[in-house]
């Protein structure tokens, strides 16, 4: 008997209806003879009311007191689904995160599984129950409520599907699957059939917010097969696959990831000796902000250019810690561009294929759009680029590697 | 070390601004040196508005899922008191009550706590913090969410108090403690500086709603001192005391209740025979239907009639019941009346003072009352009357007894 975990988002559970409507799916599957373990996340628009009420209360709310309060909105929906699928005949039982004993570590509002213990769930599924589990919380060693970070069902639902060594893992989204790139960007992007995890990632990473990425690196290494799929209309949606088939098999791009979250910062004028990325680094990574891109530009003289990118809300803050540092260490100059986006082709394929980023800058240049930093990986070449290009650079990479054709498995 | 366990219910935190208030009463008092364990409910509305989400699902929503999801309230509140103690310097710390192991038996809604394990309270106390717990709820012995029924809070904070023997239970409440009878009756209601359990659980039970009756027979059992006071304004509010003084001490009759919640259903003729009154009495409990005071006249002839009363939402399917039940029996007819109302004086003080009821039928007569109905328990009468003298009586009685006045110990 096929085993699902099933995993429906706040939008798909966001109103007395939408249960309804999920209900109505689940119970389809139920006929057809599936195990359900299906996990849901709280109704749209409740973490947003619980955070504000949180916010009357304290203005940066205690960690471990949030999670108490944010777990409730999973806990609503269990709740409520069950009563749904109960009033269509089926039985169904809700477990919290803490009752399943999904054991996390203490690192509240971002902590990360630890164990699942799978014997109850298993003793209902064997009754015939459908189990219906809140995603992005469990419990831990001292018993303390914990969450796992916004986007966090996702990996609840891997996460059991992997202790329950599910058939496969479905993730209902409001897309129908995974595309080439954005849609609303370009119109012939596609539906891909299946994506490699690796290749998940990096979309994920960069981006293109489908699944949350702790979910996808928990599938990757638990081999757990996961589906993304619409909870509004039917199809196959797109199923991720683990990378342990032929490199030559694949397209060499599957995807165009995109972003404009980040901003551009560069120092002029670094004198070229070693430790100076470091001294340059400190203190942003001392005030808790993330770096991105680095990029370092040989100078002619013994002096350097050093550039990097960070999230677009630590713009301000580390412009002026580099202006700080500027009197300091006697740097020439501190600029800095909020105006730029990073573009990426991503695509196991190019691993076995040379000129990949050949034909990448080649297509951007004939549209004349110029190149500010360019970072690679072994499947993923990014570039920044002037924001008002984005759109541009997204269309001219999508028909480049012919993305909107169907699939092309390269010769 | 003082140690208090005090209940904030739905009012008292039902606004952002409330638990604020509530969090600076607890500053003060902990600043006073009190240990303290703080049971509170759920903001008010919420657990209407999350009754009208499970009706939206499931006419009948059942009930171990709605215990799931009633259990949200507190647990939002706990959440939220903690962070606003701890905005205030406060070392807080908030528990479910599955978290505290509060053991429940499986009856879901109306469960009934069974043991409380004391230990990480005490933990918690003993290293300075407050710890706030969710009321109304436990936790069965297969780990499933339970709910004590409406009220349930103050179970759970009494309980509490017992299981941590703390110094007194203070139950606050929109009304500053026990009145001699409802103020807004009449004006010059009286707050009694003391009541006993006793006299607490005959008030409760009929219908002076400042505590949830199992709440008091909580009390009564394991000795613990309850005070209930008002969260809006300072006072020493009421203490419930125990029983054991001469009750030669205690005025006659402490105070008096009334509802007009209850229907009255009368069976005409029926044959004065053994077993006569179970025969009425069978179908109207086999359809779960609570009688409150039953009265048998007893006939001329052979033939007598039965009365009883019941509550007024079961008074239209009793009365079908009985009418089936006329036919059946060869009874001469069945009479019913919606308009009545129950007046009641307690007071252990009338156990050693005959003539109470004397007194009390007499001021009632004096002022054109027909009584009719009688029921009298070890410390209270109660009379049914028709609905529109009960303010009237009520007035009546309170002033025949002297409740007006300062304590009046009876010579």
Same mark, same amino acid.
């Given at each position: 008997m096929a085993l699902y975990v099933k995993k429906f988002g706040g939008t798909s559970v966001g109103t007395a209806e939408r249960i309804h409507a999920v209900a109505d799916q689940l119970v389809a599957m139920a006929a057809r003879g599936e195990q359900l373990v299906v996990v849901v996340s709280a109704m749209s628009g409740e973490t947003n009311r619980l955070v504000a009420l949180a916010e009357q209360m304290m %203005?940066? %709310? @205690?960690p471990r007191e949030m999670d108490v309060l944010l777990s409730t909105g999973e806990q609503v929906t269990i709740a409520l689904l069950c009563m749904a699928l109960m009033q269509r005949g089926l039985e169904a039982r809700s477990y919290t995160g803490a009752q399943v004993r999904i054991t996390t570590d203490? @690192? #509240?509002?971002?902590a990360r599984i630890q164990h699942i213990d799978d014997q109850a769930i298993r003793r209902d599924l064997n009754a015939g129950r459908v189990v219906v589990v809140a995603g992005f919380q469990g419990m831990d060693g001292e018993g303390s409520i914990t969450t796992l970070g916004r986007g966090g069902s996702d990996t609840t639902a891997v996460a059991l599907a992997a202790a329950l060594k599910a058939d496969e893992c479905h993730i209902y989204t409001d897309v129908d699957g995974v595309y080439t790139t954005d849609p609303r960007v370009v119109d012939n992007a596609r539906r891909l059939e299946t994506i490699t995890f690796e290749e998940m990632l990096e979309m994920a990473s960069l981006g293109?917010?489908?699944?949350q990425i702790r979910s996808v690196e928990f599938a990757g290494k638990y081999n757990v097969p996961v589906r993304v799929l619409s909870s509004f209309k039917e199809g196959p949606g797109t199923l991720i696959t683990f &990378? &342990?088939? +032929? +490199?030559?098999?694949? %397209?060499?791009?599957s995807g165009i990831a995109f972003n404009r979250d980040e901003a551009k910062l560069t120092v002029i !004028?670094?004198? +070229?000796? %070693?430790g100076i990325a470091s001294r340059i680094l400190k203190p942003i990574s001392a005030a808790g902000i993330e770096v991105d891109m680095i990029v370092q530009n040989v100078g002619a003289d013994d002096r350097t250019d050093f550039t990097f990118t960070v999230h677009r809300n630590d713009y301000r803050r580390s412009l002026e810690l580099l202006q700080i540092l500027a009197t300091e260490l006697d740097l020439k100059s501190v600029a800095g561009d909020e105006k730029i986006a990073k573009v990426s082709i991503v695509g196991? !394929?190019?691993?076995? #294929? @040379?000129g990949v980023a050949t034909r990448m800058f080649d297509a951007l240049s004939a549209e004349g759009i110029n190149i500010q930093m360019i970072s690679t990986s072994e499947i993923k070449i990014s570039v920044v680029i002037n924001e008002k290009y984005l759109e541009l650079a997204v269309r001219t990479l999508h028909s480049a590697f012919e993305l909107d054709k169907a699939p092309t498995v390269t010769q």
């Open positions: %203005p940066q %709310p @205690a203490s @690192a #509240h509002t971002k293109s917010k489908v699944l &990378d &342990d088939e +032929d +490199d030559m098999e694949k %397209p060499m791009v !004028g670094v004198s +070229d000796t %070693p196991v !394929g190019m691993r076995s #294929h @040379a």
